[in-house]
Structures are given as structure tokens and as C-alpha cells.
């Protein structure tokens, strides 16, 4: 079965670069979720697409944005970024109330 | 206060036996949602089963299964016959009401639960 990519899978930026994240959901599924894993940490929410329109916005830095374009693919893009964004992200999908997660995307900021 | 909690910070099983994984939770909404998750020291996040606020019977899903008990607000995973690959993070989490319309909400996590199986 399909299950949700994500790219790139790691990614190392340096201090106040750019990252951009991409997902790209199971077929079929109408909402998109991110999610944030600090190390040792539980995944924090940051923001939610149904329909390719933002539905939910969590905790989310005003320097991250995210979007959601018409094939369903979603991006965060990261800007300014600091060394506390070293993080694993996740994207997840769901058509009804179950989350399938994809593998991450583990973001190291030097 | 911690929507979900998971006051075992580690638990440790025998191959072949059974386990028993705490988690409670709070909220005051009638609709909401329970999962349990897997997190291999690989990182990826695996969903093992699910239980709705409404549904009336424990779900079970192989050899997982929960016990939702609502008026204690308590969801505790149950793993029989524990294997080797089941060494993980378990993560809590629940889903309360929804995003509007037809969309779900976000998932609130609890701190997890560090599962290492001997053999």
C-alpha cells in the first residue's frame, strides 16, 4: 500500500538559512498534518491542511509557512532558521480520523 | 495541564509475554479519538490501533489491543506475546472534536513509553 513520502530525509542547513520540506500524502486522502519531534520529545502540531485550505495552526514560528497546492502535495518552508529547529518533521495524511505518519524528515541546523 | 499522560518512562517485558502499556486523558469534549503509536529507534511513527469516543467495543488489531476504559479516562495498550521487534517508543495520543467539516483534528501526544523486550 501507498504510504506517505516525505523529502528530502535529512536535511543540514546552517543558522538563518532556508529549508523546504516536501510531502506528498497518500492517494485519496483530503488533509495533510505537520508535525515537529525535538529530540526525546513527542511530536508537537504545527499546522493542518483539509482540501488544500489551512484548517488547524498550532504552535508554529511565524518564520515557518506551509501550503498545500492543488495535486495535494504540501511544503513547509522554513526560514531564518535557528538551532533549535533541529528537529525530525513530520507529515502525516488522513481520509477519516487515522493519521498515517511519513518517515520524517530529519532537520539538523549547524 | 498534560492532556495526555503516560507515567511509565520505560517498561521492560519477556519475550512471549504479555504487556501492559499505561495511558490516561483529559477532555471535555463528547467526540474524540485514541491512538496508540510506534516509534522504532529508527524514527518513523507506525499507528497500531484506534478506539472513537462513541465506539462500544475495545479495539483490537492482532496482537494489539486497548482497553478503553471512558469513565476513568484511561486507554492502556495491551501487547501479547511480546517479540524482539516490539523494542520502541509508544506514544499516546488523542484527537479531540474535529477541524470543521468533514476534517479531523490535530493529535495531542503524550511523553511516550520506552518498551525494551528481553529475550
Known amino acids: 500500500a501507498a504510504g506517505v513520502i516525505q523529502s528530502p530525509r535529512h536535511l543540514i542547513k546552517e543558522k538563518r538559512e532556508t529549508a523546504t520540506l516536501k510531502c506528498y500524502p497518500i492517494?485519496?486522502?483530503?488533509?495533510v498534518y505537520w508535525y515537529q519531534q525535538g529530540p526525546g520529545q513527542d511530536p508537537q502540531f504545527l499546522i493542518s491542511?483539509?482540501?488544500?485550505?489551512?484548517?488547524d495552526k498550532g504552535s508554529i514560528p511565524d518564520r515557518f509557512s506551509a501550503q498545500q497546492f492543488s495535486d495535494y502535495h504540501s511544503e513547509l518552508n522554513m526560514s531564518s532558521l535557528e538551532l533549535g529547529d533541529s528537529a525530525l518533521y513530520f507529515c502525516?495524511?488522513?481520509?477519516?480520523?487515522?493519521?498515517?505518519f511519513g518517515p520524517g524528515t530529519r532537520l539538523t541546523v549547524l | 495541564a498534560q492532556k495526555i499522560t503516560q507515567t511509565q518512562p520505560g517498561m521492560f517485558v519477556q519475550e512471549k509475554e504479555a504487556v501492559t502499556l499505561d495511558c490516561t486523558y483529559d477532555t471535555s469534549d463528547p467526540s474524540y479519538g485514541l491512538f496508540w503509536y510506534k516509534q522504532p529507534s529508527s524514527g518513523e511513527m507506525i499507528f497500531l490501533i484506534y478506539q472513537g469516543s462513541y465506539d462500544q467495543q475495545n479495539a483490537t488489531e492482532g496482537r494489539y489491543s486497548l482497553n478503553f476504559q471512558k469513565a476513568r479516562k484511561s486507554a492502556n495498550l495491551v501487547i501479547s506475546a511480546s517479540q524482539l521487534g516490539d523494542s520502541a517508543m509508544y506514544f499516546c495520543a488523542m484527537r479531540e472534536g474535529d477541524a470543521g467539516g468533514t476534517s479531523y483534528g490535530k493529535l495531542t501526544f503524550g511523553q511516550g513509553t520506552i518498551l525494551t523486550v528481553h529475550p
Open positions: 502525516a495524511s488522513s481520509w477519516g480520523d487515522t493519521q498515517y
Open positions: 491542511f483539509y482540501e488544500k485550505m489551512q484548517s
Open positions: 492517494p485519496r486522502h483530503d488533509t
